[in-house]
Nanobody, 122 residues
Framework: QVQLTEIGGGSVQAGGSMTLSCVASGWTRSYNCMGWFRQVAGKEREGVAVIWAGGETSYADSVKGRFTISQDKVQATLTLQMTSLNPEDTAMYYC????????????????WGQGTQVTVSS
């Protein structure tokens, strides 16, 4: 069973930067996709950025040019660098993995971290 642990999060002022990390352990199978998702209370979880095992990335329109997703396969770590943060980025951020290809559909991801809160104040 894969275990995912998000590290980072907290509070930052608008315009600031923050880096989230997700450490994976207990790999029993290779994965084809890792991703970051976020959820605001009362709203559906949405995709932020995903990265294929080969390194190809994709971003939600709302974060393009501001967020960067990367992976370190040796350390089994997924990172999300966030810049130019604004209050609309406030959410609980989750990392997720799946054996299949990347998708924006949250329902296809079977492995999730516990989440880390990011709060951006104006």
């Amino acid at each position: 069973q894969v275990q995912l642990t998000e590290i980072g999060g907290g509070s930052v002022q608008a315009g600031g930067s923050m880096t989230l990390s997700c450490v994976a352990s207990g790999w029993t199978r290779s994965y084809n996709c890792m991703g970051w998702f976020r959820q605001v209370a009362g709203k559906e979880r949405e995709g932020v950025a995903v990265i294929w095992a080969g390194g190809e990335t994709s971003y939600a329109d709302s974060v393009k040019g501001r967020f960067t997703i990367s992976q370190d396969k040796v350390q089994a770590t997924l990172t999300l660098q966030m810049t130019s943060l604004n209050p609309e980025d406030t959410a609980m951020y989750y990392c997720a993995t799946r054996v299949g290809g990347c998708s924006w559909q949250t329902s296809v991801y079977k492995n999730w971290g516990q989440g880390t809160q990011v709060t951006v104040s104006s």
